[in-house]
């Protein structure tokens, strides 16, 4: 689902003539909504003015990822719209890492809902295989994610099931592993985690065990779709046993919906303690954890699923995953509810927060997650003063979105050309 967008109004588009759908035509898209397409010559706006509308825009592409904020910028200027009314739409996975530092929708066309491993940390907002699913997002017929479309609530509102899962590989492409996931997590330190529920959730998750209900409500179709014989999850180290929370939530939630799943929990277990993998980098997060766990031959001539909350790297699974074929599993399915995605290093604008609503206050509105588990804005002098200023969810997060303004971000640019030849 969009993150950064209120309202869709406009779309810039940059189709790489060598990728998926180079060739097609796009007028039904020009036609349900102003588009504004990124030529790298004047050749290939020939090229693409038969399968336009008329009075489609094009701006020429002087550099490609380098440029990509002062193109954003002229998309605007054309299409008299504001930043969090508009969503970039490419393929070329290769424009990822910039796009995930910009403020505005992300879309990649693609012959499958799959990102290489170096990319499912910079993942767009959708993940489209067709035309008619681009134009399902405009309509607003298609969702996002599964875990982020399911669980973004505000009161008794909510998507339902309208949402999908992707796929990424591990970082040794050669092992025989797919893994799922369902939505995407924004760390504390990410500036979208200030309006992202799932992020909220499994943070929170971390403390208890409040959330457990709704994370299987999204994983169990999922899960049923594997056809497995059993499930287990990233074992905690020995010290962690106690705070097994993967183990209470499959036991208490997964497993009482669906009692034929076998059981394999006790299958896989960590055999050593090891360093925090958050404190160590890529490599090293292989070595951690290596020959630190154990499968007994239970799971011999099983499928399991192996149950994470968020992939990384995917050092802690992929060793899990090992562990349970060389006891003789004959297939590892590997199931995230998330995606941990990068935090840019740099950006090329700052967020400021949104100010408390009441007189006199200068408490800010932050996330908050009620006791019923839905979310509103609510005051960060409430725990001082006991100050019960805030917004709706949506409210406050539109509200955010709305300092996404060409004026707020781009104005040290220099002006450019009108580049609309």
């Not at 049923?224 to 020995?238: H, K, L, M, Q, W």
Request: charged share 25%; net charge neutral; with cysteine.
């Amino acid at each position: 689902m969009f993150i950064e967008t209120n309202e869709l109004k406009g779309i810039l588009i940059y189709i790489n003539k060598q990728n998926f759908m180079a060739d097609h035509d796009w007028k039904r898209l020009c036609e349900l909504i102003p588009c504004v397409f990124i030529v790298d010559t004047p050749e290939r706006k020939v090229e693409l003015k038969s399968k336009v509308a008329d009075g489609t825009k094009f701006i020429l592409n002087h550099s490609p990822l380098f440029g990509l904020p002062q193109t954003i910028q002229e998309a605007v200027d054309l299409l008299g719209i504001e930043l969090f009314e508009l969503a970039y739409i490419t393929n070329d996975m290769t424009f990822l890492p910039q796009l995930h530092s910009e403020p505005i929708g992300s879309i990649l066309l693609s012959q499958g809902r799959r990102l290489p491993y170096h990319y499912h940390g910079f993942t767009p907002d959708f993940i489209l295989c067709s035309l008619d699913e681009l134009i399902d997002v405009i309509t607003q017929k298609y969702k996002g994610y599964l875990a982020e479309v399911y669980l973004t609530k505000d009161g008794s509102y909510h998507h339902g099931y309208q949402g999908y899962v992707f796929q990424t590989s591990l970082k040794d492409s050669t092992l025989p592993y797919s893994v799922t996931i369902c939505g995407r997590y924004f760390d504390p330190s990410h500036y979208k985690f200030n309006s992202h529920q799932l992020s909220h959730r499994i943070k929170r998750s971390k403390l208890d065990g409040t959330q457990n209900a709704l994370f299987s409500e999204v994983l169990i179709p999922v899960i049923d779709s594997f056809n497995a014989d059993g499930i287990t999850r990233v074992p905690p180290r020995p010290s962690k046993v106690s705070a097994d929370r993967l183990k209470t939530l499959i036991q208490e939630n997964i497993l009482r919906s669906r009692p034929t799943l076998n059981d394999y929990l006790d299958a896989l277990i960590c055999t050593r303690e090891y360093r925090e993998q958050k404190q160590l980098g890529s490599d090293a997060r292989f070595a951690n954890v290596k020959d630190a766990f154990y499968s007994s031959n239970l799971v011999s001539g099983k499928h399991i699923i192996l149950l994470d909350d968020v992939f990384t790297t995917g050092a802690t699974v992929t060793e899990c995953a090992e562990t349970l074929r060389k006891a003789g599993a004959t297939k590892v399915s590997i199931l995230a509810i998330a995606s941990h995605q990068f935090t840019p290093k740099s950006f090329v604008f700052s967020r400021s927060t949104l100010s408390c609503p009441v007189d006199r206050c200068d408490g800010h509105l932050r996330l908050t997650l009620k006791r019923n588990n839905d979310f509103f804005y609510g005051c960060s002098n409430f725990s001082k003063n006991n100050c019960k200023g805030g917004t709706n969810y949506f409210e406050g997060w539109h509200s955010i979105n709305k300092q996404n303004m060409i004026g707020n971000y781009y104005s040290d640019f220099d002006d450019f050309d009108d580049l609309d030849f």
